[in-house]
Every structure is written in C-alpha cells, then in structure tokens.
C-alpha cells in the first residue's frame, strides 16, 4: 500500500488589517451567494423559445443571425432585417393567421404584396410555413425542404424580414413568412427568380409551400 503524500505546508504570513479586510468581504461574498436563494437558471436560447403562446415574440435578429451562418456554409454572404420587407413578412403571417390558410395567395399575390411593400426587389422569394412553434423548427423545416432550401440560399440575396403570428383557434397554432431579396440596381427591372421557372407558381409564388 503507497502512502499518501504528506500536505505540504505553507509558512503563515501575517495579514495586516488589509487583509484581513479582503478575507471579511469575500467571506460576505460567499455567503450572498450561497443564501437561500438559487442562482437564476441559464436563459432558453430564442430559437427555442415557443412562440404558440400569447404575447411570444419572434427574435427577428436570432433569425438573421441563424440563416446567414447558414448562408455562410454555404459560401454566400450574409442577409439583413429589412424594414419594408418585415412588415411584408408580418402581414402575410397575420392574413394567414387570420384565415387559417397556408397560402402565398391567402391575401394578395406575392408579386402585388412585393411591390407593395415598396422594396424595390432585384430578385425576391418568400417561404411560408405553420405549425413550427420554435424558430430552429421553422428553420430545420425550411431547410430539409429542396425548394425551401433553395430560397434561403438564393445567392443574390442580401436583405430579409420574418415574422411568425400565433392564431390560437386554428389547426397550426403559428404561421410563418420569410422573405428574401436583393434590391434593384438603377440598371435592374424587378424580376422574381429564386427557382427555375417551372417551380414558381401562377402568383409568383416559389413551390411547393
């Protein structure tokens, strides 16, 4: 059987005042920190948080912050709230909501609600979704979809809005809409081209939802 080692031991070095002052304040330290009350549980990260509640807000900047790290693997540059095209976003959710319809065409066209919006749009394309409660299953939804995938990649894109409305009576709790575009040079025609042609709808909507 080996021994334990020895404790070594430390030549006493006298405190002073000052000293025995710091030993006083982080004992006091120590023993607010272990009172009766716990310390504050971590934070729930924003994409995880339920929006299928009254009041629950959508972290619009955790939103670009999530699709432009996904744009970044994917070797494309970043994307950035827009103030036209998130109340774009919001009131296709809410139309949504409201009628309990998941359909680019629940209110306008696409086409008439992009121009609307005042965004002057190179290249623009929305994904509608509902029933996704969490922003990370909005995304992973959109993302293990081709068509939807291949929006939130749109390589020219540099602009976005989100929005997610919460219906309670409805079958899907939460409807969502993101929309991205790049906006027209002096030299560009707005133009809506995301997928080949044959996967944009009659409204210029991008399919399937």
């Known amino acids: 059987m080996i021994p334990a080692p020895a404790p070594q031991r430390h030549p006493a ?5 000052p000293g025995i002052l710091s030993l006083a ?3 006091l330290t120590a023993c607010a920190w272990l009172g009766d009350r716990d310390p504050p ?14 009041g ?4 619009a900047l955790a939103a670009a912050s999530m699709i432009s790290g996904y744009r970044h693997n994917n ?3 970043a994307v950035t709230l827009d103030p036209s095209l998130m109340t ?3 009131d296709q959710a809410r139309v949504m909501a409201g009628r309990n319809l998941l359909d680019h065409g629940a209110g306008r066209s696409f086409q008439e609600r992009l121009k609307a919006s005042g965004f002057d749009a190179k290249v623009a394309a929305e994904n509608i979704g509902a029933g996704y409660y969490t922003l990370a299953e ?15 990649l749109l390589r020219e894109a540099t602009r976005m809005g989100i929005a997610a409305a919460y219906a309670p009576g409805t079958k899907y709790k939460v409807f969502w809409s993101l929309v991205l575009a790049a906006p027209a040079g002096v030299q560009h025609e707005a133009a809506l081209s995301a997928l080949p042609p044959r996967a944009i709808g009659p409204d210029g909507a991008l399919q399937p939802r």
Request: net charge neutral; glycine share 6%.
């Open 13 to 17: 070095v006298p405190l002073g005042l």
């Open 88 to 90: 774009m976003a919001q």
């Open 75 to 77: 070797g494309l540059p």
């Open 56 to 59: 629950a807000e959508l972290d």
């Open 41 to 54: 549980p971590p934070a729930q990260p924003s994409f995880y948080r339920s929006l299928a509640a009254p």
């Open 25 to 27: 304040a982080l004992a």
């Open 138 to 152: 909005a995304f992973s939804g959109w993302r293990d979809s081709p068509p939807h995938r291949a929006n939130m």
